[in-house]
């Protein structure tokens, strides 16, 4: 099972949008809609921002978005703050009923 | 408040053994499919295996199979973790998460495992 690809990094400056892509295949990201996406700060454990491609846990602030077209979902961060700035990793679903992470997105935050 | 507590990492010599466990509390353990999750010094996430909530259906990443269990005891609202034939490339932060396939909506603080001579 392969990782889904991320670009390793983006940046923004702050109050501006930013958008993270994560391309699988037909197998994981294109073939359901349980796509994840998650926050990471340094030295703490990873923190759900979104769920099934678009659904936001309770709690998490409404600047963050995901959507997806095919076979590549998208975050997109909107009104960037400085603590929007971590690692965000993709997830799917997979045929093989298995989760699969994409490599990390590294966001910084001008 | 939901919290996941793991414990049981260390260093363990290739080809060794080591059992990971993980405290659940503040929901229904039994009706929470769980997952261990795995993070190499400095690199990515890697979903490790996952259970359903009755222990009925389990599922492993290619690189584990056959060396790792996952394992639940409902009456203790604990996950487990048994680790054999560890080799290099399994040091990590060790993450034990609530949810499906998925997705994990809770996490715990993770536990680290070195496999190292």
């Known amino acids: 099972q392969s990782a889904l690809t991320q670009p390793a990094s983006v940046s923004g400056s702050p109050g501006q949008s930013i958008t993270i892509s994560c391309t699988g295949t037909?197998?994981?990201?294109?073939?359901?809609?349980?796509v994840a996406w998650y926050q990471q700060h340094p030295g703490k454990a990873p923190k759900l921002m979104i769920y099934?491609?678009?659904n936001r846990p309770s709690g998490v602030s409404n600047r963050f978005s995901g959507s997806k077209s095919g076979n590549t979902a998208s975050l997109t961060i909107s009104g960037l703050q400085a603590e929007d700035e971590a690692d965000y990793y993709c997830?799917?679903?997979?045929?093989?009923?298995?989760?699969?992470f994409g490599g990390g997105t590294k966001l910084t935050v001008l | 408040e939901v919290q996941l507590v793991e414990s049981g990492g260390g260093l363990v010599q290739p080809g060794g053994s080591l059992r990971l466990s993980c405290a659940a509390s503040?929901?229904?353990?039994?009706?929470?499919?769980m997952s261990w999750v795995r993070q190499a010094p400095g690199k990515g996430l890697e979903w490790v295996a996952i259970?359903?909530?009755?222990?009925?259906?389990?599922y492993y990443v290619d690189s584990v199979r056959g060396r790792f269990t996952i394992s639940r005891d409902n009456a203790k609202n604990s996950l487990y973790l048994q680790m054999n034939s560890l080799r290099d490339d399994d040091t990590a932060v060790y993450y034990c998460?609530?949810?499906?396939?998925?997705?994990?909506?809770?996490w715990g603080q993770g536990t680290l495992v070195t496999v190292s001579s």
């Open positions: 259970i359903k909530g009755d222990g009925s259906e389990i």
């Open positions: 099934d491609v678009s």
């Open positions: 997830s799917s679903y997979t045929s093989s009923r298995t989760r699969v």
């Open positions: 503040g929901f229904s353990f039994s009706n929470h499919w």
């Open positions: 998460a609530r949810g499906p396939a998925g997705w994990s909506d809770y």
């Open positions: 037909s197998s994981d990201v294109g073939g359901y809609n349980y």
